[in-house]
């Protein structure tokens, strides 16, 4: 049997891991690890930001699969929030009763509502899929929490999308995100980046003969069997995201009778500077065009890198301003915001502008009845990856891992002799 794999992003590079001596597998794409791919000058680097966590068991058992486990450390990192032009670290209790936007009343508040998601399962956090996130939180904790703390959030996660959230979505996210230390958050990375683990298992997958073909999907058919650019198959896991199944053919797309699902586009300018923009935290919520600054050599040890490497992380709609801009426009939009914490232009030694434009799901009202299914209405078609499942409520590298499991089970369960 003959199976194409669309997209060798984790899902797709699962999936082909998991069906290597199950079937003749082929893989297409010229971008191998996806989202979760590097930048390799004299060391790697994610393109994007990545860690993981330790309730990660399907990415913590191919690590240990991949012999790499000496490789994972962990770390309670610091994090921190922008005040008026000044980033506050938010670790400890001390440090939150300080934090000066927010009342003792609020904080006390924000405890409460933490503590009532993370106690929920999820028959409960569905009950809120067709309520939008703002009018829950407004009922729930109020309009000044609403205003001062989660707005400013779920404007730098969705953009001009957040009024379409979904309230079980940002339930469910703090429940998963909410089990925090007293000192702080516990992360997780493969010492020298998580391209060692994509390396092993393209080497895993070369020497069980699956092929890497290093191009893009333009052609996709079913004449009986399936012909993807133009070779025969009897299945395609399609991993890609889905705008790019309904062009490359939208008359799958439609009897594939799949869910629209909305998009949003991630853009990360990794920077070297001179100097740290803070002491010792490794993410810090700002209001800038920019939601986040992700200070990596404070999670890493410096001399990995021998220089201090800072993502400064957005978002953008798939059509927005930013996604169509020359790469300059937004070096310089980015860096002009920078200012504000102290670090000037002349203190970044070199900046790497990435940009995807399929980045994650929004996850709107309703979210929950659209994710995808892996079997599809038409037959040998297979969806994964991050619409499926495992990767709500958060689009993440185990979710993904997951995902390409679980759809291989459902190939061998369908194609498997009895
Ligand atoms: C900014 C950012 C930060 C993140 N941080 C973390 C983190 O800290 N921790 C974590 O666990 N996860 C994180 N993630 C999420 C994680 O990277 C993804 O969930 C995961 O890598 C997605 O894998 P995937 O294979 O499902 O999708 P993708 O990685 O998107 O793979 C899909 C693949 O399809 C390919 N493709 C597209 N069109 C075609 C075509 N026509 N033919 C063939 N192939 C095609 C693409 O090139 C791509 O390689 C982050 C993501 C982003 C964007």
Redesign the pocket.
């Known amino acids: 049997m003959k199976i194409a794999i669309?997209?060798?992003?984790?899902?797709?590079l699962s999936a082909a891991f998991e069906l290597r001596d199950f079937a003749k597998v082929k893989v297409?794409?010229?971008?191998?690890?996806?989202?979760?791919?590097s930048y390799c000058p004299s060391y790697c680097i994610e393109k994007?930001?990545?860690?993981?966590f330790r309730r990660?068991s399907d990415?913590l058992d191919l690590i240990k699969k991949l012999k790499l486990n000496s490789k994972l450390v962990w770390k309670v990192v610091r994090i921190g929030q922008e005040c008026n032009g000044k980033i506050y670290p938010l670790n400890t209790p001390i440090e939150i009763i300080k934090f000066p936007c927010m009342s003792l009343s609020d904080k006390i508040k924000l405890a409460k509502f933490t503590f009532s998601c993370r106690k929920k399962n999820f028959d409960e956090i569905k009950k809120f899929d067709e309520v939008k996130v703002v009018e829950g939180l407004k009922r729930e904790v109020g309009g000044r929490l609403l205003t001062s703390f989660f707005l400013p959030l779920l404007k730098s996660k969705f953009g001009d999308y957040y009024e379409e959230v979904s309230y079980s979505w940002l339930i469910a996210r703090v429940a998963i995100r909410g089990n925090r230390k007293l000192r702080g958050e516990e992360l997780g990375y493969l010492r020298h980046g998580f391209n060692q683990m994509i390396e092993r298992m393209v080497e895993e997958l070369n020497s069980n003969n699956v092929i890497l073909r290093k191009e893009?999907?333009?052609k996709i058919e079913k004449c009986g069997n399936w012909k993807v650019n133009g070779e025969e198959f009897d299945a395609v896991i399609w991993?890609?995201?889905l705008p790019?199944l309904k062009s490359?053919n939208e008359r799958v797309y439609s009897s594939a009778k799949v869910k629209d699902i909305k998009y949003q586009s991630?853009i990360?300018l990794l920077i070297s500077s001179k100097e740290s923009v803070t002491e010792d935290i490794y993410w810090s919520n700002v209001n800038c065009r920019f939601g986040a600054i992700i200070e990596h050599t404070h999670f890493m040890p410096f001399e990995d890198y021998g220089e201090n490497l800072i993502y400064l992380?957005g978002y953008d709609r798939v059509d927005g301003e930013l996604m169509s801009a020359k790469d300059e426009e937004v070096v310089k939009i980015y860096l002009k915001c920078l200012k504000k914490f102290g670090i000037e232009e002349k203190d970044v030694k070199w900046t790497k502008l990435f940009r995807?434009k399929?980045?994650?799901p929004i996850y709107e009202t309703g979210y929950i009845n659209k994710i995808t299914p892996y079997r599809t209405s038409v037959e040998g078609l297979y969806i994964a990856?991050?619409t499926s499942k495992p990767?709500y409520p958060e689009?993440?590298?185990?979710?993904?891992v997951k995902?390409g499991k679980e759809v291989s089970e459902v190939v061998r369960g369908d194609f498997e002799c009895t």
């Not at 010229?30 to 791919?37: F, H, K, N, Y």
């Not at 689009?395 to 993904?400: A, E, H, I, Q, Y």
């Open positions: 669309v997209g060798a992003g984790l899902t797709g297409f794409d010229d971008c191998i690890g996806g989202l979760a791919s994007f930001y990545h860690h993981c990660d990415l893009k999907v333009k991993t890609a995201p790019v490359v991630s990360c992380a995807a399929y980045s994650g990856g991050m990767n689009r993440s590298m185990n979710g993904s995902a």
